[in-house]
């Protein structure tokens, strides 16, 4: 099967169910307007096998286009709306890509690619034009193309299957028991995203329920939203859900019912024992109208989610989910199903389908999180070497992540062995492309890159071994001027130098471990935080 007879079937099986529930689509109905946008498309010379770029926000438009390019059996570029037209140049080379679906705030004069308005009237509806027939589309020809170590330099461009992004759907049926075709799942996460995309849409897909698109961050919208559509399912990063979290308790704050409310909560199976549960409720209740009132299942996923936040919605009565993934598993491969006694930062097991293990186990019970399964991709688009590097000859991946096992046998995480830097947003940095980009500067012999805290915040920092008539101002310029090839997200603000050599291994490979320690140390000169 590929993706769009998936969109076919649940039509089939779902009617009358709404698929985008802001427009009040059903899926049937966005089928037929599918078929248009890929009229559209033919118009423009898409053709089997082709790359098409993808580049809008979270507007119905999205997953039209995307459906329309595999309706004529092409391949989409998943592109981040983050990024600078310099990464855009560079990632549409890389893969391919001549034709760029993007609302207008994005167009920009391009040599390598042309621009199609996402928000153009479809021939079909324009002018009668003829539907092609659906392309033979194999389950394993690629269906996106996502970049997950940057835009720039050398980076590892992961292309997944219509059989990857089937199955990971088939895997979803593993939350049955917190999931129904009536339900609208809440989506802002940007569908370039694999969370957004997995969560949000593959999750919606598979149990023919109905996604609300959302463009846009901004609180008062999104609170709008809750109080019109009233969301029973909310996909979102873990800082999001500790900003809403702080939202609440200031509320009730104000409203000087802190107290009270942290106890009934706290203390609402023991209530509920003493025939106290309507107070419970009506303390949930409440509370839960900030969500408008139907929320039912919170999925959290991008990065772990602190004890405190995950017991505050079960306190409320909420099925809160963890997730584990990465691109090159198509977002979820592991996944928490809700229980008493689930242990702080788990994420569960494999979902269904998949396969997990640890290995290099230390005396501590930590080891590197191995997978294999439908979920799992088969190799970076043109890079045997990378390829190499992160599968064994039985086609186990190699995540570069730290896990544990609890006392319930389910994964935690527990740090990263691999450099990828994961800021509070859930939005990931790549240190190979950094120092890639900055090791060009004047002066610069040697770069390093890591994650480091400041202020309680989670930043890329970096430490440079520079020339002797290099100092921090005139270093800080050249890189204020490199990081305007980049998105903003990825910015390094804070640096620190060095005229030494920065620690290698024996294979010259820049010990980042050890950079940071000596920076924490005091070693290294370093521009005011």
Same mark, same amino acid.
């Given at each position: ?15 009358e ?8 689509l059903?899926y ?6 599918v ?7 033919a ?17 119905m ?6 459906f ?12 981040d709306?983050?990024?600078t037209?310099f990464?855009?140049? @560079? ?14 705030s ?5 040599a390598?690619? /042309?621009f199609y ?37 050398i980076?590892k461009?992961v292309?997944?299957t219509h ?45 023919g329920?109905?996604i ?19 969301p !029973? ?12 979290r702080?939202k609440i ?7 000087r ?21 309507f107070?419970?409720? /009506?303390?949930q ?7 408008g ?12 989610? /602190?004890?405190e ?8 009565g909420?099925?809160?989910?963890q997730?584990?993934?990465?691109t090159e598993?198509?977002?979820?491969? %592991? ?8 242990q ?9 389908g998949?396969? %997990?293990?640890m290995?290099?186990v ?11 399964g ?16 992160? =599968?064994?000859?039985n ?9 544990s ?8 995480f527990?740090?990263?062995k ?5 800021l509070?947003?859930?939005k990931?940095?790549?240190?190979d492309?950094?120092?890639?980009l900055y090791?060009?500067?004047?002066g ?10 400041? @202020? ?22 050249f ?9 903003s ?5 804070h =640096? ?6 920065l ?5 010259k490979k820049?010990?980042? !471990?050890?950079?940071?320690e000596k920076?924490i ?9």
């Amino acid at each position: 099967m590929n993706m769009y007879q998936l969109l076919e079937k649940t039509a089939k099986k779902f009617p009358e169910n709404v698929f985008l529930a802001r427009e009040g689509l059903t899926y049937p109905e966005f089928i037929e307007l599918v078929k248009s946008r890929a009229a559209s498309f033919a118009a423009q010379g898409v053709k089997k096998g082709d790359t098409v770029g993808l580049l809008a926000p979270n507007i119905m438009e999205w997953p039209l286009s995307l459906f329309a390019v595999w309706y004529l059996g092409g391949r989409v570029l998943l592109l981040d709306t983050n990024l600078t037209s310099f990464e855009y140049d @560079n990632m549409a080379e890389l893969t391919g890509c001549k034709l760029v679906v993007a609302t207008k705030s994005f167009f920009y004069k391009s040599a390598n690619f /042309k621009f199609y308005d996402i928000t153009t009237k479809d021939a079909v509806l324009r002018d009668g034009a003829k539907v092609p027939p659906p392309a033979d589309v194999k389950s394993d020809d690629v269906a996106t193309l996502s970049f997950t170590s940057g835009s720039t330099g050398i980076p590892k461009i992961v292309p997944l299957t219509h059989f990857n992004l089937t199955k990971c759907a088939a895997s979803l049926q593993d939350f049955e028991y917190a999931f129904k075709d009536t339900d609208i799942v809440y989506g802002f996460l940007p569908l370039y995203h694999i969370f957004g995309f997995a969560a949000g849409f593959l999750l919606t897909l598979h149990f023919g329920a109905s996604i609300l698109l959302q463009p846009t961050i901004d609180p008062k919208m999104i609170l709008a939203d809750f109080k019109e559509f009233r969301p !029973h399912v909310i996909p979102a990063v873990p800082r999001v859900f500790e900003l809403f979290r702080g939202k609440i308790l200031d509320g009730l704050k104000q409203k000087r019912l802190l107290g009270f409310a942290s106890f009934v909560l706290r203390n609402n199976k023991l209530l509920s024992a003493i025939g106290l549960g309507f107070l419970v409720r /009506k303390i949930q209740g409440k509370i839960l109208d900030v969500f408008g009132g139907r929320a039912r299942l919170l999925i959290a996923g991008g990065a772990a989610t /602190k004890p405190e936040v995950e017991d505050f919605y079960q306190n409320l009565g909420l099925l809160f989910t963890q997730g584990y993934g990465l691109t090159e598993t198509v977002g979820p491969i %592991c996944g928490s199903h809700p229980r008493p006694g689930r242990q702080p930062y788990s994420f569960g097991g494999p979902l269904s389908g998949n396969e %997990c293990e640890m290995r290099n186990v230390n005396t501590e019970g930590v080891g590197t999180l191995w997978v294999r399964g439908n979920n799992v991709f088969s190799g970076y688009l043109n890079n045997p070497e990378a390829t190499a590097e992160v =599968f064994d000859e039985n086609g186990w991946f190699n995540t570069g992540d730290l896990v544990s096992k609890d006392k319930n046998g389910e994964y935690r995480f527990r740090g990263r062995k691999k450099q990828v830097i994961v800021l509070d947003s859930g939005k990931n940095v790549y240190p190979d492309e950094l120092e890639g980009l900055y090791i060009t500067l004047p002066g610069v012999k040697n770069v390093a890159v890591f994650e480091h805290e400041i @202020n309680g915040k989670t930043i890329a920092y970096a430490v440079f071994s520079v020339e002797d008539n290099v100092d921090l101002q005139s270093l800080g310029v050249f890189i204020a001027g490199a990081n305007k090839k980049i998105a903003s997200y990825k910015w390094v603000t804070h =640096f620190a130098i060095t005229t030494d050599e920065l620690p290698l291994t024996s294979t010259k490979k820049v010990r980042h !471990h050890v950079v940071r320690e000596k920076l924490i140390a005091g070693e290294y000169p370093k521009r005011k935080e």
